[in-house]
């Protein structure tokens, strides 16, 4: 790194902004005179559009978003050490990067021929939706298991979404690397288009790609239901399955994905504290107006002595289980080891059979005429229903 210029306040960063045209812009939100979130807005609002990492002794959530608001790509909350603050302007220059590379392309060049266009996805993609009122069940093993069911017994482009903003842990799961993540599409926002977001997807063992949720929990608030409806619909465009972990929390982000959500697993185990988040989840959706043939209960370690049974489950959640998968705890650590999907790793497994079977029944193989099922198209939202009633 090379420091190529240096202020004692906003005015004089931004003259030097303009003459020097920098990669990253390190500055201060306390500075005599204009503040640093106003001179943030300044730099990233007209050319060279230099992206700007902030630093303060403040760190409540006001000052956050205000940041974040005026364009900062980076929050840095002191003291911290050399290391984050290198990390941090290493990771802003690597995302401009990824920008400058996914600009779209101009107007002006001349549209697809016509066989081009026919040999486009005739159709969206369908989007799995995993649900759970309780943590601990196994949603998010699940969700990565059934992305790679998906990707590999179709051989479709399947995407992996984790939508549990706070905690998720898809990352730690398929041993990816959390740089990329989602938060990177809210300091894109809305300058963002499919190639910008696959470039932040890595890809995971088992062929699918994969959006991460934030490396801190306290960037979890800054992703709105928006951005989520954004990201769902060029994904949709893109890929032919998307599969979205969700938290446990019925949030606008949460609500948003199941809007566009055409299957809607909710899982629970045989302990009563499942069974009854789930009742509760269930009688939620009933009020959203989801029709229930878009939901399938599955039980997971069904096997299990420890709980209740299953028909008592059925009876208490007034519904039929879908699917059930067997408690099998050495093929579960095994993967979790290994950082590989177990439907991978162990194919002939009971469980990663159960897995399989489940993914293509959620995504039956296309018809001949290459048409999606179960996207019957819903102009109506959650919100609006909500409010109404």
Do not use: C
Request: net charge negative.
């Amino acid at each position: 790194m090379e420091v190529v210029g240096t202020a004692l306040n906003a005015e004089a960063a931004i003259a030097e902004v303009r003459r020097l045209t920098p990669d990253v812009v390190l500055m201060d939100v306390n500075m005599p005179g204009m503040d640093g979130i106003k001179a943030t807005q300044v730099m990233t609002g007209e050319p060279p559009y230099a992206p700007v990492v902030l630093m303060s002794v403040q760190e409540d959530r006001e000052y956050l978003r205000r940041a974040m608001q005026a364009g900062a790509r980076e929050f840095l909350v002191k003291p911290f050490s050399g290391d984050e603050l290198a990390a941090a302007l290493r990771r802003v220059n690597q995302l401009e990067r990824l920008k400058r590379v996914n600009i779209p392309v101009p107007a002006e060049v001349a549209p697809p021929a016509a066989d081009q266009i026919s040999a486009k996805r005739p159709a969206a993609g369908r989007v799995i939706l995993v649900f759970s009122g309780k943590g601990g069940v196994g949603k998010s093993l699940l969700s990565v298991n059934l992305a790679a069911s998906l990707a590999k017994d179709t051989t479709q482009r399947t995407a992996l979404i984790d939508l549990d903003l706070q905690f998720g842990d898809l990352g730690v799961l398929l041993g990816l690397d959390s740089s990329r993540n989602i938060y990177q599409v809210v300091e894109a926002f809305p300058n963002i288009d499919a190639e910008f977001v696959e470039a932040l997807m890595p890809r995971a063992p088992g062929g699918f790609q994969v959006l991460l949720g934030p490396q801190s929990p306290e960037f979890a608030d800054l992703v709105t239901a928006e951005h989520a409806r954004a990201i769902l619909e060029i994904l949709k465009e893109t890929f032919d399955n998307i599969v979205i972990d969700t938290s446990s929390h019925l949030g606008e982000v949460t609500l948003e994905a199941l809007e566009k959500a055409g299957s809607i697993v909710v899982l629970v185990d045989l302990g009563l504290p499942a069974v009854k988040e789930a009742k509760l989840a269930l009688r939620v959706f009933q009020r959203l107006g989801i029709p229930s043939d878009r939901i399938k209960v599955v039980v997971n370690r069904a096997d299990s002595t420890l709980g209740i049974t299953l028909v008592q489950v059925e009876s208490s959640l007034e519904t039929k289980v879908a699917a059930t998968l067997p408690n099998d705890s050495k093929t579960v650590l095994k993967s979790i080891q290994r950082a590989e999907p177990f439907v991978n790793l162990l194919p002939n497994s009971e469980i990663s059979r159960a897995v399989r079977d489940l993914a293509l029944s959620l995504v039956p193989l296309p018809a001949a005429d290459g048409s999606h099922a179960g996207q019957a198209g819903r102009k109506v939202g959650f919100w609006s229903r909500t409010s109404a009633g």
